[in-house]
């Protein structure tokens, strides 16, 4: 089993950054890749990024791809994601997920998922 806490959300205005941590525990963290996905009420949850167990391969959906960063620091057994360039449309209950099987970076599949962390943007 793996257990992931995220942290860091929150009510930010359109445009600004913000940046989100999960911690994990339980398991080997180099040995999981690690993802973030989103969901919104009466949505389907959407995957956003990924990162190898390296940190040297990532993942963006299209729609944060140049505005979202997904990094990885082995060594706290924590992964980040970057937001920058907010936009309303990016609130949403962010979720931290791990797999240690192997498949496609873009794959939305995962086997251990956090409690969620909510990101609200103002306009």
């Known amino acids: 089993q793996v257990q992931l806490v995220e942290s860091g959300g929150g009510l930010v205005q359109a445009w600004g950054p913000l940046r989100l941590s999960c911690a994990a525990s339980g398991r080997p963290f180099n040995t999981h890749t690690m993802g973030w996905s989103r969901q919104t009420p009466g949505k389907e949850r959407e995957f956003v990024a990924a990162i190898r167990r390296s940190g040297g391969n990532t993942y963006y959906v299209d729609s944060v791809e140049g505005r979202y960063a997904i990094t990885r620091d082995n060594a706290k057994s924590t992964v980040y994601l970057q937001l920058n360039s907010l936009k309303p449309e990016d609130s949403a209950m962010y979720y931290c997920?791990?797999?240690?099987?192997?498949?496609?970076?873009?794959?939305?599949?995962?086997?251990?998922w956090g409690q969620g962390t909510q990101v609200t943007v103002s306009s």
């Open positions: 997920a791990a797999r240690e099987r192997v498949a496609l970076i873009r794959s939305g599949e995962y086997d251990f």
